[in-house]
């Protein structure tokens, strides 16, 4: 089944602590990206992937890092959460830059 | 910058009536897309409908409509024949097409629909 698949689901844990968020597609996709979804103001981007090894800003970059070493994998990491990063957080891809994206199922973290 | 704008936070319909939700946007853009996505309590983001900008012809799949009108910077959604499943929060999205654009969506504030029965 094609999908784009993140993990975890949801996520727990305390100011500083580094944590990463999973993010992998099955429809070798170039184009992958992330978002953060807030009440009240919708969906932003994080950082985007036009292709392996390119990456670039989005609308709300700041403490976040992504990396994009393979094609299917596109990690969010966030090296010193803090209560801010508190959000769902989708990962998106497309074939191409402009093709319709799919979305993941989305992960809910809390950062206390 | 493009911006969306949403303007009802929530709506409320009536099984089998018929509602319009809201969406304007403001771009320099000539060329762009319009998006519907509807995100049901199970959080997934489902592309409901998808508006081509240089098309002057609405969109339509099933049930849902749009009402676009490009010289107001107007997108509405209409959603026939309201069903228990269409409770949702609905965002209306942009996005750029033109030399440059990435495929970075903007979205709006969104509009939570309830569906009385």
């Known amino acids: 089944e094609a999908q784009v698949t993140q993990n975890p689901r949801y996520l727990i844990t305390v100011t500083g602590k580094k944590l990463t968020v999973t993010c992998s597609q099955n429809?070798?996709?170039?184009?992958m990206s992330w978002y953060r979804q807030d009440p009240g103001l919708g969906l932003r981007q994080i950082y985007y992937s036009m292709n392996v090894e390119v990456t670039d800003k989005g609308d709300v970059p700041e403490g976040y890092k992504v990396s994009r070493k393979e094609k299917r994998n596109f990690p969010l990491i966030l090296e010193s959460p803090s209560p801010n990063q508190t959000s769902l957080y989708f990962c998106?891809?497309?074939?191409?830059?402009?093709?319709?994206?799919?979305f993941g199922n989305g992960t809910r973290l809390t950062v206390t | 910058a493009q911006t969306v704008t949403q303007s009802q936070p929530e709506m409320s319909v009536q099984e089998a009536e018929t509602v319009t939700l809201s969406c304007t946007y403001d771009t320099s853009e000539s060329d762009y897309y319009l998006f519907w996505y509807k995100q049901p309590p199970s959080r997934q983001m489902i592309l409901v409908i998808r508006q081509e900008a240089y098309k002057q012809q609405n969109a339509t799949e099933n049930r849902f409509s749009v009402n676009f009108q490009k010289a107001a910077k107007s997108f509405s959604l209409k959603i026939s024949d309201s069903q228990l499943g269409d409770a949702a929060m609905y965002f209306c999205a942009y996005r750029g097409a033109s030399g440059g654009a990435t495929n970075k969506l903007i979205f709006g504030t969104g509009t939570l629909l309830a569906v009385q029965p």
């Open positions: 998106a891809s497309s074939l191409v830059w402009n093709s319709p994206l799919h």
């Open positions: 429809m070798n996709h170039e184009y």
